[in-house]
């Protein structure tokens, strides 16, 4: 089924907001036998969203259209649709006093503005909204469904999931199989050479595309033939096992707390440069108060110092970014959390801060388990968030190998 795809709003075409809704979309149409063939993003202009539906190629059979569907005076899909299916908007008394209910209980009111979100098509249906206000609307438009959903990502997704996409699946005469294999700790052009035999004897009908990102490389899979493609992952599985530490939508904060779970042991953490970020992922998970006890962001040598007992010899020695501060870091938050695992990083995220000697982008890891500690030097750039992500997914692949035994 060939699908197009219109996102509005100026908010996107000023690029102070990132199109992710595109990405997501067109990721999770393909599974289910769609495919977006054409793709255009507007701004919030009834006119504009009237010339972008005139456009659209003659073999397309169904559209998807975020964005413009909240109660500001922006918001003007609804309007245009109404209008382009030449359908008439009908008040739903019903869903307003759902609205007004939902609302009280939280102790708001709502407001008067909101009453557009309550208006339903005489002809078309209504896309229900499982977790905002804002519902869809379904048009029959010469020999084509359209599909209006809100722009807020979390709602697009829950509606798309609820609605749209069993609706292609169904109309669809089936869809690719596709399996993504997550990698880090590698680059790119290193994965390549290490499945390169695989992907070389590869049919024609299977796809394999590398998706690198600065935090880890992904391997996607995709072929109409389900069992080719399980037998590919499988066989990219064994020759780059180090590397992997999960499958389409895993996390690696995820994978390292099922293996604290799993080995019973529990972690604390000890952080620097990256000011937290490491907690913040393992607290991402539901569940992570299981394994992991807690963390201590000494940013400060005074921190590092005072609060987690790093001794003031070794910070005048070595510096507070070196292998030495970074084993005291990761055993003296162990000791202080009394947990199994201590975890700790310190680096010079930039762009300012480094020496000849010490380069922004040096990051030392340390993971100590009351027997041996563990240190590693990374060498990352001058970007001082990516330097922060990476030296978080570091830590936490240091992690994962430890569990393993690796």
């Known amino acids: 089924m060939n699908i197009a795809l219109i996102t509005i709003g100026n ?23 769609g495919n977006i063939y054409w793709h255009q993003t507007i701004g919030d202009s009834k006119e504009e969203i009237h010339d972008s539906l005139n456009q659209i190629p003659k073999d397309i059979n169904s559209v998807i259209i975020t964005g413009g569907l909240g109660p500001t005076h ?19 008394e019903e869903y307003w006093l759902y609205l007004q209910d939902k609302l009280a209980k939280r102790n708001l009111k709502l407001p008067e503005i909101n009453r557009n979100q309550a208006m339903k098509p005489e002809k078309g249906t209504i896309i229900p909204n499982p977790i905002g206000s804002a519902r869809g609307l379904h048009f029959h438009v010469d020999g084509r469904d359209l599909f209006i959903l809100p722009g807020v990502p979390r709602e697009m997704k829950a509606m798309m999931e609820s609605t749209v996409l069993p609706w292609i699946a169904d109309q669809s005469a089936g869809g690719l199989t596709v399996r993504t294999i997550r990698t880090t700790g590698i680059m790119e052009s290193g ?12 049919a024609d009908e299977i796809k394999i595309a590398f998706l690198p990102q600065f935090t880890g490389v992904d391997i996607r899979v995709s072929s109409a033939d389900k069992d080719a493609v399980n037998q590919t992952v499988n066989e990219i599985n064994l020759h780059a096992e180090k590397y992997i530490y999960g499958h389409d939508h895993d996390q ?17 953490t000890a952080e ?9 992922r393992l607290t991402n998970v539901s569940g992570s108060s299981d394994y992991y006890l807690g963390g201590i962001i000494s940013y400060s040598n005074s921190v590092k110092e005072n609060n987690l007992g790093v001794a003031i010899e070794t910070l005048n ?60 030097e990374f060498r990352f750039l001058i970007d001082r968030i990516l330097n922060k992500n990476a030296s978080c997914q570091a830590a936490l692949n240091m992690l994962r190998l430890y569990l393993h035994n690796e």
């Open 191 to 202: 994965l390549a050479e290490k499945i390169g035999n695989i992907v070389d004897a590869l």
């Open 11 to 33: 908010e996107l075409l000023a690029g102070f907001t990132v199109n992710t809704n595109a990405a997501w979309i067109g990721n999770h149409v393909i599974q289910t036998g």
């Open 252 to 268: 690696l904060e995820e994978i390292v707390g099922q293996l604290l779970n799993a080995n019973n042991l529990s972690l604390s």
């Open 317 to 376: 020695k070595h510096g507070a970014v070196s292998y030495e501060t970074a084993i005291e870091m990761a055993e003296n938050v162990r000791s202080k959390l009394d947990s199994d695992l201590g975890l700790a990083i310190t680096g010079i995220a930039g762009p300012s801060g480094g020496t000849d000697e010490k380069p922004v982008g040096l990051t030392y890891v340390a993971l100590a388990d009351g027997k041996d500690t563990i240190v590693k």
């Open 74 to 92: 922006d918001d003007v899909t609804a309007h245009a649709l109404y209008e382009y299916a030449n359908d008439t908007p009908v008040f739903d």
């Open 272 to 280: 620097s440069c990256t000011g937290g970020l490491v907690g913040h």
